[in-house]
């Protein structure tokens, strides 16, 4: 009797073909059906519709596992293609008689989809995506449409990449992935050095692509006028003042309010003020 | 272009290109455009017959919306609509680049709501879903938040954004020739202040303030040498692999 569990829990039921498919739907659909209540939970449930059909014959226990993909879900949708693939060899498994309690395969969701999402959310659009468009941008300036074609395609290729690896990865090795993903430090050394390259590139984007100066020319005696910004300011420290707008923001959204709207509404009044009265260019 | 407006043709087909980023359909096809505003600046110079223009446009935007993040999906402001209303701005009235990038910023605020109105409309979808559920019809999941979800878009897309360029181009562009210089000056200023939002979000994102003399380093560096964007990049890396090998038994104890 135990022998014959043990052979049905190991059978593979899906085929590559049935990856494929379910990992094409989540990335076809993965954000389409966001929305305030469950945001990515229905798009999770729609992915893996066609395979967990394939899995419980029996109707009832097809209503419950549909019922449990569609409920909330929220993740970075790249990196956490790692998610469905995992949930998939659980299902797969607990369509064979393991004992797999829903709660089991309920908390893998929602217990990594945020540490995940915040790898994948540094990665992909913290790192790679500023770093594409900061190459193309000066192309784009120049009037060229490949400017724009060029990361939009290039970014899409290195995610759609990354979300095939990761969902087949995931499926593979199950639950087990994540634990050897996660012991051993292999994903803080990740974010580390991501954090390390990131913020090394956005304080050089910051440096290109933040270009205030002050106008203000003080005229001292009527012959000898003195320019603030080229006598005074860039002696002293290059790019002064746009390294203190940014520490201002950050300061703004770590200590008073992370509200972005806001930040950006200050921004806008104060340059209003500043541009306007020749303070600020 | 003389006519100081658009015809119904390319009013329908820059509404259409909304719809499409307002789909999320092929993930980071679609949602790319929510970050950067160079595909929808690129779509209308093509349906406007003027892509030079369009891209230098598109250009200006971007830097303003280089930074933007989407924690947890949402997003500050909306990069592609703010690019379909500027550009079309700019190509039809011929105003400053810098006055259009400054109308961008409104625009952008306000288009995210729109975005938020369909969060919502989504829910109700999500209720439709859970009933198909309990008659375990997985055909109708998909037919209805793929299918149906995305055909009801077009009415809070493609609609209002096409109606909006047909008839409020040209009063737009009227009143951009008309804003008082003070004005213009500082909504310019704002368009190079905003980028400074983007980088101060990433870097409290990282969150992490012992790396912070990175962000430093990366900034001096530029600001003395100027050097090449993958010049950097490649510095970055190495940077990185020196701090990981020299500090990787620390961050490991920290898990």
Not at chain 1, 211 to 237: F, M, R, Y
Request: one cysteine or more; aromatic letters at 10%.
């Amino acid at each position: 009797m135990e022998e014959t569990t043990v052979t049905q829990k190991d059978k593979k039921i899906i085929t590559q073909k049935d990856l494929n498919k379910a990992w094409l739907k989540w990335w076809w659909t993965a954000e389409t059906s966001h929305s305030f209540e469950r945001l990515m939970g229905v798009s999770f449930g729609v992915s893996l519709s066609s395979i967990l059909k394939k899995l419980y014959k029996n109707k009832d226990d097809l209503i419950s596992a549909l019922r449990r993909h569609t409920q909330f879900f929220n993740t970075q949708a790249v990196w956490g293609s790692l998610i469905p693939g995992i949930v998939i060899a659980m299902e797969e498994k607990k369509s064979q008689g393991s004992d797999i309690p829903e709660e089991i395969i309920i908390g893998t969701k929602t217990g990594l989809m945020g540490a995940i999402a915040g790898i994948g959310d540094t990665i992909d659009w913290g790192m790679w995506l500023p770093i594409i468009l900061g190459m193309f941008i000066g192309v784009a300036e120049q009037g060229s449409w490949i400017g724009a074609i060029a990361p939009w395609i290039l970014f899409m290729v290195i995610t759609l990449i990354e979300s095939y690896f990761f969902f087949m990865l995931g499926y593979r090795t199950g639950e087990s992935s994540v634990e050897k993903l996660l012991s051993g430090g292999r994903i803080q050394t990740l974010i580390t050095g991501a954090s390390v390259m990131g913020l090394f590139i956005m304080g050089g984007l910051a440096a290109s692509y933040i270009k205030v100066t002050t106008p203000i020319v003080i005229n001292s005696g009527g012959v000898e006028s003195l320019n603030i910004q080229t006598a005074i300011l860039d002696a002293i420290l290059p790019g002064i003042i746009p390294l203190l707008i940014v520490t201002g923001v950050y300061l703004y959204l770590e200590k008073v309010n992370r509200n972005f709207t806001y930040a950006m509404l200050w921004i806008i009044g104060i340059s209003i003020i500043a541009g306007g009265f020749n303070i600020l260019k | 272009m003389n006519s100081n407006s658009i015809t119904l043709i390319q009013a329908i087909l820059i509404g259409l290109f909304y719809w499409f980023k307002g789909t999320s359909l092929g993930y980071t096809f679609s949602v790319f455009l929510g970050f950067s505003p160079l595909p929808a600046s690129l779509w209308v110079g093509i349906v406007l017959g003027d892509i030079p223009t369009a891209m230098m446009v598109g250009a200006s935007l971007q830097m303003m919306y280089l930074g933007l993040l989407a924690p947890g999906g949402a997003a500050p402001s909306d990069p592609c609509i703010a690019a379909l209303v500027a550009t079309t701005v700019t190509i039809v009235s011929g105003v400053d680049i810098k006055a259009a990038v400054a109308l961008a910023v409104p625009i952008g605020l306000l288009g995210i709501q729109l975005n938020n109105l369909v969060f919502m409309i989504n829910g109700f979808f999500a209720h439709y879903t859970d009933k198909k559920v309990e008659e375990a019809d997985t055909k109708s999941l998909f037919r209805i938040n793929v299918i149906y979800l995305n055909a009801i878009k077009l009415l809070f897309y493609a609609l209002p954004l096409t109606l909006l360029l047909y008839l409020g181009v040209s009063s737009v562009s009227n009143i951009m020739t008309i804003i008082p210089d003070f004005i213009l000056k500082g909504l310019s200023l704002a368009g190079a202040m905003l980028p400074a939002l983007g980088f101060a979000i990433i870097v409290g994102q990282i969150g992490k303030k012992n790396l912070l003399p990175y962000f430093l380093a990366g900034f001096f560096l530029i600001q003395y040498t100027g050097i090449p964007v993958i010049a950097l990049a490649m510095l970055g890396l190495f940077l990185t692999y020196l701090h990981v090998t020299f500090t990787g038994n620390k961050t490991e104890e920290g898990v």
